[in-house]
T-cell receptor, first 117, second 108 residues
Framework: GAVVSQHPSWVICKSGTSVKIECRSL??????MFWYRQFPKQSLMLMAT?????????EQGVEKDKFLINHASLTLSTLTVTSAHPEDSSFYIC?????????????FGPGTRLTVL | GEDVEQSLFLSVREGDSSVINCTYT??????LYWYKQEPGAGLQLLTY?????DMKQDQRLTVLLNKKDKHLSLRIADTQTGDSAIYFC????????FGKGTHLIIQP
């Protein structure tokens, strides 16, 4: 149980294009989902907290106009990297916390590797 | 915000026990976690410990928590080559803060 999927698992795009990454909780409902970014040889950095039906809360230094987050349902959150540039190349990971029973436990997706040429 | 520190590398011989240590600053986490990341893969939740516990054992894994010193450790008994990975500790009440990860290297 508690499976989180991400799609796509990897994507290569040209500079200036937009890329959408989906995060789904497959067997539970998640009021809250989190988006992380992992730089090579570094720990995960929390980008934003995504709440179903409301605007995402972005961490300091994360451009909300560049990284658009939509949490349309209790099982789906999307991250859109707009006008991608090579410096946006990274490993993006989402996680989800079950709505019930509510705990701090988070379940992570497998990650999406974005390469911007 | 939370600050989580881990040593970057640990090398052990196959069959020995591995102990990965972690220190943190924010004591408001309800749970503290250990994650495993194998090469090319996403994070896997290995185990977690409730903040009012001192110890949790799960098969070959033992988690020790010293709240006074804000120190968390993960012991892997009888370390195998399949245990070779990066291990992250993490904490935080809402939105996890991860350490930089400890690369566990297994020597034959």
């Amino acid at each position: 149980g508690a499976v989180v999927s991400q799609h796509p698992s990897w994507v290569i795009c040209k500079s200036g294009t937009s890329v959408k990454i989906e995060c789904r909780s497959l067997d539970f409902q998640a009021t809250t989902m989190f988006w992380y970014r992992q730089f090579p040889k570094q720990s995960l950095m929390l980008m934003a907290t995504s709440n179903e039906g409301s605007k995402a809360t972005y961490e300091q230094g994360v451009e909300k106009d560049k990284f658009l987050i939509n949490h349309a349902s209790l099982t789906l959150s999307t991250l859109t990297v707009t006008s991608a540039h090579p410096e946006d190349s990274s490993f993006y990971i989402c996680s989800a916390s079950p709505s019930w029973p509510r705990t701090d436990t988070q379940y992570f997706g497998p990650g999406t590797r974005l390469t911007v040429l | 915000g939370e600050d989580v520190e881990q040593s970057l590398f640990l090398s052990v011989r196959e069959g020995d026990s591995s102990v990965i240590n972690c220190t943190y600053t924010d004591s408001s986490s309800t749970y503290l976690y250990w994650y495993k990341q194998e090469p090319g893969a996403g994070l896997q939740l290995l185990t977690y410990i409730f903040s009012n516990m001192d110890m949790k054992q799960d098969q070959r894994l033992t988690v020790l928590l010293n709240k006074k010193d804000k120190h968390l450790s993960l012991r892997i008994a009888d370390t195998q080559t399949g245990d070779s990975a990066i291990y992250f500790c993490a904490g935080g009440a809402d939105g996890l803060t991860f350490g930089k990860g400890t690369h566990l290297i297994i020597q034959p």
